[in-house]
């Protein structure tokens, strides 16, 4: 039985009541008035916050094709491989904490020419990487890539010009980092974790239409 039958049967007993029963009627019609209008301006709002919540949802997504998707990932993936190993690289040839060194002079500067040369080339490849789909990234995202580039040319700068024959001092201290050399590294490292998470971020927001 439905509230309308009920509100039938209940206004049919009241009508054999007279004029009493009139006034009964009204009230219960004006009551079941107010009632209908709440519950609907009640659904309402909620439908309301229902509409509002999935709006919030779909503008966090970006709908693309899936070929722009699929090009969009080989991008940033082949920009994740280059500079994890420029980093990697560079972490290597100035350190932030404790590293293995050859003993014998002549042995450790073999190993530290061939250090700064595999980092050389791990950071011109990330460069060659960045730049060559700098058209096909947003800015911010290029700009975060140039930034944690220019550390990685900082680390190999200072550690070139130690050998400059413009640089004075004793040959141990010619062949000395500074300290922020050395924390530079960690903020390369910093650097680069945030990095991934912004762009890892943006990739998972991503829906292919």
Known sequence: ???????????WVIGGLGGIGAVFTAVIKFSSNIIAERLAKKYE????????????????????????????????RDLSKTFCTAVKDISVLIPSGFTWKPAEEDAQKKYE?????TAHSSVVAAQNSLYSCVA????DFFKGYEDILK?????????TFRYNVLTFGTG?????????????????????MKHNAVIREYLSNLDVL
């Open 1 to 11: 039985m439905t509230w309308t039958d009920i509100c039938s049967i209940v206004l």
């Open 45 to 76: 709002i909620k439908l309301q916050k229902e509409m509002e919540k999935y709006k919030i949802e779909l503008s966090k997504k970006d709908y693309v094709s899936k070929t722009r998707f699929d090009a969009e990932f080989k991008i940033y």
């Open 113 to 117: 020419d061939d250090c700064y040369q």
């Open 136 to 139: 096909f990234i947003p800015e």
């Open 151 to 159: 550390l990685c040319k900082q680390q190999l700068n200072v550690f």
């Open 172 to 192: 141990k201290e010619k062949n000395s980092l500074s300290s922020e050399d050395y924390k530079r590294t960690d903020e390369i490292n910093d650097m680069w």
